[in-house]
């Protein structure tokens, strides 16, 4: 069934949702996206994800004129409108057309996007089993400057190595070898007892759920450090899972041929499942 999609300014079914072939999005991936999960129609941290959005725009000089509270009422009248319970959010903005070549100059209006779609929850079944990662050979470049940009083409051939490999997710590191985030999530280890996450650098982005994890970690008393993480960490690690605002948290299981925790998700990792799940029932809106 067609959906009721947002483009500046207006609600429009899908097939009218029409974007310039010479929109700069299309072309080069200068846009920006925050994908957030709807849970029983309600957002999770929505204006963090909206704080995300603005502060890329502003690093893109991408001149939006919408005010921060105006995204949020477009995704509660794209719920309202497609008529979705569970499912997921997207917010797309590029800079929208411009003069030919790459400075953008002379840009029209830049395009702004919304969409949201019912889909279920993912599979109870991942966070009780955990899912397979491989360590990919892509790696991140700092050129992604931690946007939430329209580039994912990294991500995307890291996405299809795992496949290939028959895992779920590809862990990508960073041009030195150490170790950055996975195709669509942060990462934490468990270390000796201590949570323990890539510490924020150009080549990995600020997720909205590690900072959450971080939040939780820090009220529950576990040790946190943020640090840089060798390859070697994801094979001494006595826990290993992602994060992501639709996935959640996520176990890791298996890197490779290599179990994690005996290939069941370890004591920290369900307890921040836990907490994460009661965060969400309380603060959803
Ligand atoms: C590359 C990448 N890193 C991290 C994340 C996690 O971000 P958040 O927790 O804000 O959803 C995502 C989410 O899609 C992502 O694509």
Redesign the pocket.
Known sequence: MSQTIYRNGEYVPEEKAAISPFDRGLLYGDGLFE?LRCYEGKFFRLDR?IERLRGGLKRLEIPLALETADFAAVLRELVKQNNVASGVARIVVTRGVAEFGLLGKHAQDPMALGTCWAQPAPDPKRYETGIRCVVANERLSAAAHGL?SLNYIV?ILARREANVADADDAILLNSHGHVA??????IFLVCDREVVTPALQPE??A????ATVLEIAHAEKLPVVERVVHQNDLFHAEEVFL????AEILPVTRIGSHWVHLGQPGPVTREMIRAYRALVQREAK
């Open positions: 994908t994800h939430k991500q985030e996975g195709s669509a999530g942060n990995i982005l997720g909205i759920t590690r994060t992501s605002s639709v």
